[in-house]
């Protein structure tokens, strides 16, 4: 049976694996189809929108399993995640340059997507329908 706290973990998970494919495949794209150049894909709001988006989802998700697992350090992942990519959307490309900007936001997406991994196999182990 499917929880509420699943499918806001399922959601930041594909939300989080959006982030890292944006990050990879884009450029690949970019230099293959350069008409792609023209598009927001690439434009530093749409990283701001993809973070406003995955920040309430991850919240909500990770704070809701953690209330019924009792699995805190799952919660921590999350906010680990969540920080980094916050920091690195809104500083990252002025102190970190551009590649840098992609790392760190590499590393968040992948800290964010095994937070609610675990919380996902957190709530499954513990019954928490």
Do not use: Y
């Amino acid at each position: 049976m499917k929880t509420f706290e699943n499918v806001f973990d399922k959601a930041a998970i594909g939300l989080s694996f959006l982030c890292v494919a944006h990050c990879l495949l884009l450029p690949i794209a970019l230099s293959i189809f350069p008409l792609l150049f023209l598009m927001p894909l690439q434009d530093e709001l749409f990283h701001k929108l993809l973070v406003l988006a995955v920040l309430p989802i991850s919240v909500i998700g990770l704070t809701l399993g953690c209330k019924k697992h009792k699995r805190w350090q799952v919660l921590a992942w999350g906010a680990t995640g969540l920080t980094i990519i916050m920091l690195t959307a809104l500083f990252g490309h002025d102190l970190v340059g551009e590649l840098g900007e992609k790392v760190f936001t590499l590393i968040g997406s992948l800290v964010i997507a095994w937070g609610h991994v675990q919380n996902f196999r957190s709530c499954r182990s513990h019954d928490c329908h």
